[in-house]
């Protein structure tokens, strides 16, 4: 029988792979000095604190260590990476007046069209800063705020100043430091006190200029009882060159707000993907994360949770997917800081063609939490002996009154499941692609419809070929 | 053409044991046989010798399907073929639901693409007729099933798939009463005579409701007995040790 070979290297990842020409109207020198981040602060006409907060990241960022754990950074030289990149264009709220080709590009990744059809605002960033920004309005005249961060900081100066990077601040480790002094772009959502916002806002981050790098800065605010289904997607072409994505999300979440965050990252094998999220919850708050992590050559993402609040809650729900060459080190982290408060998470991981997929976690019950409770739940499937995969859970519990569960399993895929489906007629290789299809099913029903859509797509194009 | 399947001489191991060791069977169209046989005699490895698990390799002989010899045709095509296994202890497939298999199967069978609407009708119609809640269509597959739920499920894809040629191992095996009256009544409604059916057993519950043509004794990796449906009742009353001394002699 003959068979389609594909190798991975050459996958055609159709639109996320095609490259505009590098167009800008300025683009820093490579590598960081205080010059370079002087020169964007100016450029972005930002407040002073600002430029002064950028420098004492720096600062921080020059002396702390590369974390000594995870995957290893050696091919990261900050000397070869681009840190600002503005693209040929100011931000829109207009479609028609984005430049033709970046417009053509979010066409193709269907943004306009998700906007008219699924959507209550969009955001959408090209290389280092927004070139598009949306927002219904009604939820304007309801006081919801969804703009980008650039001009966050000029008409919101005292909430910008307030939260801004409080939640995870520069000392953190290495990356948030980098983002501190280099963030660009990004989004800040503002939802009032009592607001339900039903349909999702979403900003996508395209990068498309070789050997940059992407630090996206994201906020947002719920009020008291406000609700709101944030998506973000992310994606670039492939170069030859490292590219670096360190962005960062902050997530307040007051008493008894509710918000679901999702996630679909389908960076480019040249990607270090160095992310840092984190929430903090709120009495009788809840924060659901929404997780697929597709692309980039190294992950390291583990967002967190803060459970501050009473009753406060935290749901994570996650897939990783890594082929050859990738190792994508994911997982998350809660902290159970006040007593009722409950956490689930649901991992699966995927590893082929030598991938490398770790699920790595903590949950952390302070002494103070008592009744707190937590299920969490890891999979993992390896599709051929050349993958790899690793679970490193950590618990951190203080207090006796708590409630926890925990559940790993490392499998691969069942012959006999095989031999099943194939009596029904179903071919070898049709077989392992629903096996792997069905091991992802509760994930890709949490993702929105289009995502999950993509993400079968993608499973169906890494799968194609390749086993059998 | 009125031969379904001929099995000739085989011999077939598994793991370097040699199970069957000469087996010979005939089935026509419109034919009900049943295979009987104690434990250890082979009854499963013939199932699989005839579906191709490629854990089971046939050494010698000749399996022949509408007198096409399927020894080395892979298991998805002697299924597209029209033969259908319904297993002893079907498979739990998370993330696959019982409709999404159905479909899946049903569109690789026909190489047609599915009629949703009058396929759901076809789906709802079985799942009443094996007693089963129309929710099950969304439920994975086999998971969290009972054993009685396992064996309906695969008389549901049966009927679905219409093959030419069924299996049935061990179906009536851990069934209660009423669910082997269910699943009886499921296989009378398939029957008809252009298909055949091969009830493979070790116990008679089936046999009330099913009349076979032929009764097979498998003893030792060979068919050493066939006769009418009395023969069955012999087996029943007296047990296989009769038969065993036809194997010593």
């Not at chain 2, 202890?89 to 009629?115: D, F, H, N, Q």
């Not at chain 2, 499920?153 to 049935?168: F, H, R, T």
Request: include cysteine.
């Amino acid at each position: 029988m003959e068979k389609k070979k594909t190798i991975i290297e050459d996958l055609d990842r159709g639109i996320y792979d095609i490259k505009n020409e590098d167009k800008f109207s300025y683009k820093t020198k490579t590598g960081l000095t205080r010059e370079v981040i002087l020169d964007i602060s100016e450029k972005k006409s930002e407040p002073e604190w600002m430029t002064e907060f950028r420098l004492k990241s720096l600062q921080i960022y020059n002396e702390i260590e590369l974390p000594a754990w995870g995957p290893a950074l050696d091919e990261l030289d900050m000397d070869n990476i681009v840190i600002y990149v503005k693209p040929d264009t100011q931000m829109n709220s207009d479609w028609s007046e984005v430049p033709e080709e970046i417009k053509d590009t979010f066409e193709k990744l269907g943004i306009p069209k998700a906007e008219r059809e699924s959507l209550a605002g969009v955001g959408a960033q090209y290389d280092s800063e927004v070139v598009y920004h949306s927002i219904k309005e009604d939820l304007v005249k309801q006081g919801v705020i969804y703009t980008d961060m650039e001009s966050a900081i000029i008409e919101y100066e005292d909430i910008i100043k307030e939260y801004f990077m409080k939640l995870v601040p520069p000392s953190d480790h290495k990356f948030v430091a980098l983002h501190g002094a280099v963030w660009s772009g990004g989004s800040f959502v503002y939802v009032p006190e009592g607001v339900e916002v039903d349909i999702p806002l979403q900003s996508y981050f395209r990068l498309n200029s070789p050997g940059a790098g992407q630090f996206e800065h994201t906020l947002i605010i719920l009020e008291k009882n406000a609700k709101l289904h944030f998506i973000e997607g992310c994606s670039a072409p492939k170069y030859n060159v490292t590219n670096l994505h360190a962005g960062c999300v902050e997530l307040y979440i007051k008493e008894g707000a509710t918000l679901r965050y999702s996630t679909i990252e389908n960076w480019s094998r040249n990607m270090l993907n160095l992310n840092t999220k984190r929430a903090v919850v709120e009495k009788n708050g809840t924060i659901e994360w929404v997780s697929g992590s597709f692309g980039s050559k190294i992950s390291m993402l583990y967002p967190m949770s803060i459970l501050k609040g009473e009753n406060a809650k935290s749901e994570f729900t996650g897939i990783t997917f890594a082929g050859k060459d990738q190792y994508l080190d994911t997982g998350t982290k809660v902290v159970h800081a006040a007593p009722y408060t409950s956490s689930a998470i649901s991992t699966k991981s995927i590893s082929k063609s030598g991938g490398t997929a770790v699920y790595r976690g903590s949950v952390t019950v302070t002494e103070n939490a008592h009744h707190a409770k937590s299920v969490i739940s890891c999979e993992s499937l390896m599709l051929d002996d050349l993958s790899r995969s690793d679970t490193i859970p950590v618990l951190d519990i203080r207090n006796n009154e708590v409630e926890i569960g925990h559940e790993a399993k490392i499998g691969r895929i069942s012959d006999d499941t095989i031999y099943y489906l194939m009596t029904r007629g179903i071919s070898e290789e049709e077989a392992k692609a629903m096996i792997v299809r069905g091991f992802a099913d509760p994930i890709a029903k949490e993702l929105p419809l289009e995502y999950a859509v993509e993400m079968n797509n993608l499973i169906k194009l890494e799968l194609e070929g390749t086993i059998g | 053409m009125n031969r379904l399947l001929e099995i000739k001489d085989v011999y077939a191991k598994t793991e370097e044991k040699e199970i069957l060791k000469g087996l010979n069977l005939t089935v026509n169209k419109g034919e009900v046989h049943v295979i009987m046989g104690s434990n250890g005699a082979g009854k499963s490895t013939l199932a699989n010798a005839i579906m191709g698990h490629p854990r089971y390799k046939v050494t010698s002989g000749e399996i022949l399907f509408e007198e096409e010899n399927i020894i080395d045709i892979k298991t998805d095509e002697r299924a597209r073929k029209g033969i259908f296994l319904s297993f002893q202890t079907p498979e739990e497939v998370p993330g696959i639901t019982v409709e999404g298999l159905l479909r899946s199967a049903r569109m690789s069978i026909t190489g047609k693409p599915i009629k949703l609407r009058s396929f759901r009708t076809e789906l709802k119609e079985k799942l009443e007729l094996l007693q089963f809640d129309e929710s099950y269509a969304a439920r994975y597959l086999n998971v969290g099933f009972s054993g009685g739920e396992k064996k309906k499920n695969e008389i549901i894809q049966m009927m679905l798939l219409n093959p030419k040629l069924v299996v049935l191992d061990e179906t009536d095996s851990g069934l209660d009463v009423d669910a082997v009256k269910i699943v009886s009544n499921g296989i009378n409604q398939f029957k008809n005579e252009e298909n055949a059916v091969i009830i493979i057993t070790h116990n008679s519950k089936m046999l009330e409701y099913l009349r076979p043509d032929y009764v097979h004794i498998l003893l030792d990796g060979k068919i050493v007995k066939t006769g009418d449906a009395s023969l069955a009742k012999e087996v029943i009353d007296n047990g296989f040790a009769d038969f065993k001394d036809i194997v010593r002699s």
